[in-house]
């Protein structure tokens, strides 16, 4: 399961924001049940941000935010949003080929 999340972020807190991403990074990566993770930054709006992630599946991606890494990391950067957060789960239909 493909989990795309945008995140609006007040500009003045992007470099924390990444700051902090970059400690927390292999931690969500290594999450059971998460296989990729990918931090994106849009080109024309400055502090807008897009995280991709590749899950097992609905479970796993549930026991993550449930879990105290989550928490920890949503505390620490709920304060600087600007917009609400908006997720997207998804599958791939990507025929590939063998």
Request: hydrophobic share 40%; proline share 6%; net charge negative.
């Amino acid at each position: 399961m493909i989990r795309i999340v945008k995140l609006t972020m007040d500009p003045a807190r992007s470099a924390e924001f990444e700051a902090l991403f970059a400690t927390r990074q292999e931690a969500i990566r290594h999450y059971p049940g998460c296989s990729h993770l990918e931090l994106w930054k849009d080109r024309s709006h400055i502090g807008v941000y897009f995280t991709y992630s590749i899950w097992d599946g609905q479970d796993s991606l549930d026991d993550y935010r449930h879990s105290p890494l989550f928490a920890d990391v949503w505390a620490a950067i709920k304060g600087w949003f600007t917009g609400k957060p908006e997720a997207w789960s998804l599958d791939d239909r990507t025929p590939h080929l063998p």
